[in-house]
């Protein structure tokens, strides 16, 4: 009876550890984009997002710039993809107009 139930545990799935969950190669962000006097911004945007191994300071061990074109100041993206990922247990850093905003 033992060796019945542990057969159903394995065939089902139950018994893969946790370990096998990976980081993910991209991460969706949502953002609000101002002009200087708060007022939120209609054309296209250059934004840096950058991954650090501390939460502040230092050099960022992964980087990359993509246009973003928000509506009424609010965008939505996607960014690190297969060819380039980023690593786990780092933080996050978005930038515009050498700007940085968390």
Known sequence: MRFCFLAMLMASG???PIT???????????????DSSGLP??????????IYTSES?????????QSVFPSQGLFST?????ANPFPAGMFVVVRTDQKSQN
Do not use: C, K
């Open 14 to 16: 139950w018994w893969m």
């Open 20 to 34: 096998l969950a990976q980081v993910p190669s991209a991460l969706s962000y949502q953002g609000y984009l101002t």
């Open 78 to 82: 996607t960014f690190g993809n297969q």
């Open 57 to 65: 300071g230092g050099t960022p061990v992964w980087s990359e710039f």
């Open 41 to 50: 911004l209609q054309d296209s945007e250059v934004v840096q997002f950058s």
